[in-house]
């Protein structure tokens, strides 16, 4: 099994270009090392009359000797691990003597030597380190990875000849020229040259590997803790990033909630509208066809008088024809006065802002343009009251009667007008719903009193400042004159929640109103002189009366 130093070493030994074991190896100025002919296939970058490449792995480029690839510096110490190990993988755990299997002879290796790259017994080990002195030997084993633990160790031990002298070791460095030489290449070119001894310069060397090693260790530490903050960094954007898009995702969702509601709501308000009005047309539709019926069932009646009738009872039929005749003489309504129309606006979206699209509803009524009075009302009965003067009357739900004045108590009368009890004092205005009398003082407080006298509650309206005028619509809501805003509102009688109120500028000086079974306000505006009829969302339908009429 591999050691750790031994697959450290392995991986040192692999080509970052191809990724196999380093063949030919060649170091570039920033100390990288590739096989040759991977170097020579990396992309050129021309530079004028040169070339230079780029640095696969720290990207610094260099510049290409003359010569080509080849030029760059043998990596000796690479070269050498590298074709000792391999060797060392043919070995195999029996090492036999290489020299004396050429004579066909089986004798187990004791030693090899790294020059000679051959593996000797005994007798032959002998006979090489006589005619051999100064060549590299080492001992096998027969355990692999004690063996190739002693390679590692003599590859430093070994001794490299120059290439110029083969016979003379490499054992001076010029300092000038910064290269290893031997003694004839010192004699012959750097003789005048600053030199010293090449394991002296390899120490003073080791020593600045050394001060290196410190310099990459710290290097690789920050980058390290550099790392490890990026990843915590990236982490945490990341999930801020996922916090802020579910954030977006829910935001959006209310957002398209919020624009569904809106819209279905319009889309429920026309659908209601829509009905009512369908409704109220089957049923003109109901009353014209009734209508038509009757009459032409008497038309067919008065046509066989006319033709079979006898004389006597065509001239006893005098009084009748006139009768019907001045009936049907009458303006008959025969127009359907509840039709609606519908307004869309459309939407609008634009880069920082949705603009709702809304629809406007309106109720046209056919309304005569002159206003008949009433026959004046007949004096059926007349009962004094307890009341110094009278200001406003309502009736309950079961008839009974509700008077009140400026300043005398509120009273309560049965049927037949006898008092049953008085209550409060100071009321202007009076309305009576679902066993509640509703009651205003000029003030933003509604008094709320049983049938019985008993007070129930106050419902306190902040935004209205003298109630005055008071009634009730079908739904329940209290609908109230305010004179000091000029304006009518409806208010949840529940929550005190203003429901709607009209227009600015409708009304004068608003100070009675009154409901009637389709909840048209019947306002009396006393400002302007005039009765003003308003739906429940202020839209007017009709405006009559002058001053002095």
Known sequence: MATAMEEH???????????????????????????????????????????????????QVHTIPEGGVAEFKVNFTTSSLVDLLQSMNVIGDNPKCTVCKEDEIDNDALTKCVQCDEQFCKDCDRYHKRFHKGHTV?????????????????????????????TNP????????????????????????????????????????????????KLVQNYEKSIQNTHTKKDIMEQEADDVTNELNNDMNTAIQAIRDKYTKNIDSVAEKRATCAKQAIAHLGHLEMQKATTESIMSQLLTLKQHGHDTQLANMTQDISSKSKE??????????????????????????IVFGKVDINILRNISKTVR???????????????????????????????NGYGTPASVYDKEFTLKTTFGKGF????????????????????????????????????????SGIAVNSRGELVICDAGTKTVYHV????????????????????????????VMLVSDNGAHCVVGLTRDSKELFRYGTEGS
């Open 492 to 519: 949840d009688s529940a929550t005190s929640r203003i429901m709607t109120k009209s227009e600015p500028g409708t009304l004068n000086r608003p100070l009675y109103v009154a409901v009637n079974s389709k909840d």
């Open 328 to 353: 049907w003489s009458q303006p008959k309504d025969f127009d359907f006065d509840n039709g609606i129309t519908f307004k869309i606006h459309r939407g609008e979206v634009f880069d920082d802002k």
């Open 428 to 467: 202007y205005r009076a309305t009576c719903k679902s066993n509640n009398i509703y009651l205003t003082r000029g003030t933003d407080t509604v008094n709320v009193y049983s049938q019985d006298g008993t007070h129930s509650r106050d419902i306190k309206i902040p935004s209205l400042g003298t109630c």
């Open 138 to 166: 080492f001992d096998l084993t027969g355990d692999q990875t004690q063996d190739k633990a002693s390679v590692l160790n003599v590859v430093k031990q070994s001794v490299i000849y120059c290439e110029k002298h083969t």
């Open 170 to 217: 490499l054992e001076i460095y010029c300092k000038v020229d910064q290269c290893a030489i031997c003694a004839t290449c010192y004699a012959i070119d750097h003789s005048d040259h600053k030199c010293m001894d090449v394991h002296k310069a390899a120490l003073d060397n080791m020593k600045l590997i050394d001060e290196l090693l410190v310099k990459g260790d």
């Open 9 to 59: 070493i392995k991986e040192t030994l692999k080509c970052k270009v191809c990724y196999e074991t380093l063949t030919d190896p060649r170091a570039l100025p920033c100390m990288h090392t590739y096989c040759c002919k991977c170097l020579d296939k990396l992309e050129k970058i021309n530079q004028g009359q040169e070339q230079s490449l780029c640095c696969p792995e720290c990207r």
């Open 373 to 403: 009075l009433c026959e004046r009302p007949t004096l059926l009965r007349k009962v004094k009251s307890n009341l110094q003067d009278v200001s406003d009357l309502a009736v309950t739900d079961n008839n009974e009667t509700v008077a």
